[in-house]
């Protein structure tokens, strides 16, 4: 009697808990008068009401700014996301700031709100908004980035990861550079009619 009072004991528990709603951890991403720009299964990255850029990830909830690691002065509405790039927890982004003029390429552990690469790109002479540009971006699993750059009319590829930032084109060229994509650790360009390819780790 003993071991069926336990049994049924135990069953009741389990069921409870199979009925307990949600834990925090399990969050909604939603929020109120804001604008998605891009959902997936992992996460949502909006503007919240303040026309400030997020990203919540929603296995956690969490939410992240996407704009405190850029200039504090921007002017909301006018600074904005350019590319963003989602690998499982790993969000890569562009933030374009024509006030800079700038563009910076970050990415970001949406799990635990830390970023793991940043970095700037902006024109030396040619102060337009125009004269900087990232058109392509890559983000792997581990938030390595890769991208291409065209600044004051000169294209480049290059990568960020474990080991550093690093060029990987050679040097600048007024030819456009184009088709970047991932593939497992290779990360591959057309430049100049032939495909070119780097490690990406």
């Known amino acids: 009697m003993r071991t069926r009072a336990l049994l049924a004991t135990g069953l009741a528990v389990a069921a409870a808990s199979a009925g307990a709603p949600a834990s925090a951890s399990a969050a909604s991403c939603a929020l109120a008068r804001s604008r998605t720009v891009r959902s997936t299964p992992f996460a949502r990255v909006y503007y919240n009401r303040a026309k400030r850029p997020f990203s ?3 296995l956690t909830g969490r939410r992240t700014a996407l704009d405190s690691q850029v200039d504090r002065f921007y002017a909301p509405g006018d600074a904005k996301l350019g590319l963003l790039r989602i690998s499982n927890r790993m969000l890569g982004y562009t933030w374009i700031d024509p006030g800079g003029p700038a563009v910076y390429v970050h990415s970001v552990d949406m799990r635990t709100g830390r970023f793991k690469h940043r970095t700037k790109i902006e024109p030396l002479i040619i102060i337009e908004p125009s004269a900087v540009a990232v058109p392509q971006l890559v983000v792997n699993a581990a938030g390595s980035l890769a991208w291409i750059q065209r600044v004051e009319g000169f294209y480049s ?7 550093g930032r690093r060029r990987l084109s050679g040097a600048d060229t007024t030819r456009r550079i184009a088709s970047l994509h991932l593939r ?3 990360v591959t360009w057309r430049q100049a009619g ?3 390819s780097a490690s990406l780790i």
């Open 194 to 196: 032939r495909l070119r």
């Open 56 to 58: 919540c990830y929603r």
């Open 184 to 186: 497992g650790t290779r």
């Open 157 to 163: 590829v290059w990568r960020f990861d474990r080991r």
